[in-house]
C-alpha cells in the first residue's frame, strides 16, 4: 500500500517575468520618460532607455539624475505611469496562450518582475491577463525570493537577470528572445532552454510536462 503516496505529482508552478516577456512595455515606458523629461527639463534618451529594459527603475535614472534625486525621480515616475504608460502598452505575442497552457497542464502561472508591484498589477489587469500571483520589485537573483516561496520549478524571462533568478532559485529557466538579450547571451548566462518567443512555449510546456510524472 506504500506506492499510494505517489498518485498525483505536485502541480507545477511558472513564473513569468513582466516587461518583454508578457508585455510589450516600450511603447508606455519611452512615453513616461518623455513625460518625465518635460516635468523635470532633464535631458534623457527615452529610445535608448527602451533597449535595456529588465533591471530596476533606479539602474536606469542613475544615468540621467544625479543619485540624490533618484528616490524623488522614480516615486514622480511611478506616479506618473499608470496614466502614461499602461493602455500604451500590448501582450507579446503568446503571452495569454502561455499563461493558459500552463492552467491546462492543471499548473500555477505567477508573474515576478522587477517593476513595481501596484503598476504591474495594473498592466496585466487592462490586459485581462490573470496570473495566481503578481509579485513586483526583485530583480535578478532577488526574484529567487519569490520562485522559491510559490514553489516555482521553471521560470521564463527574456533578460540574463531572470536566467540568474531561476538557476539561484533551482528552477529550470526558460529564456525568450523577445527582450534586449540575444539567444547566444541568454543561453552564455545557464538558461536551459531559449525559445524565440511565447508562442513555441505551449508546445515546450506539453513536451515537458511527461518528463516530470
Request: charged share 25%; proline share 7%; hydrophobic share 45%.
Amino acid at each position: 500500500m506504500a506506492h499510494m503516496a505517489f498518485t498525483t505529482p505536485p502541480a507545477l508552478t511558472v513564473g513569468f517575468d513582466l516587461d518583454m516577456t508578457l508585455i510589450d512595455s516600450r511603447p508606455g515606458i519611452r512615453a513616461c520618460y518623455q513625460a518625465l523629461s518635460e516635468r523635470t527639463g532633464t535631458y534623457i534618451d527615452a529610445d535608448l532607455t527602451v533597449t535595456r529594459l529588465g533591471p530596476p527603475l533606479a539602474e536606469e535614472l542613475i544615468n540621467w539624475f544625479p543619485a540624490e534625486e533618484i528616490p524623488a525621480m522614480a516615486d514622480l515616475y511611478r506616479e506618473m505611469y499608470p496614466a502614461i504608460a499602461i493602455t500604451a502598452t500590448p501582450a507579446m505575442t503568446g503571452a495569454r496562450e502561455a499563461i493558459a497552457a500552463v492552467r491546462e497542464a492543471g499548473g500555477r502561472a505567477i508573474v515576478v518582475t522587477a517593476k513595481y508591484e501596484p503598476n504591474a498589477k495594473l498592466h496585466l489587469a487592462h490586459l485581462g491577463i490573470e496570473p495566481d500571483a503578481v509579485i513586483g520589485d526583485l530583480w535578478a537573483e532577488q526574484k529567487a525570493q519569490a520562485l522559491r516561496e510559490h514553489d516555482a520549478g521553471v521560470y521564463v524571462g527574456d533578460h540574463v537577470g531572470d536566467v540568474r533568478g531561476a538557476r539561484t532559485a533551482g528552477a529550470l529557466s526558460v529564456a525568450v528572445a523577445t527582450g534586449p538579450c540575444p539567444e547566444e547571451e541568454l543561453r552564455a548566462a545557464g538558461a536551459d532552454v531559449v525559445l524565440a518567443d511565447l508562442t513555441e512555449f505551449p508546445r515546450w510546456l506539453s513536451d515537458y510536462r511527461p518528463a516530470r510524472a
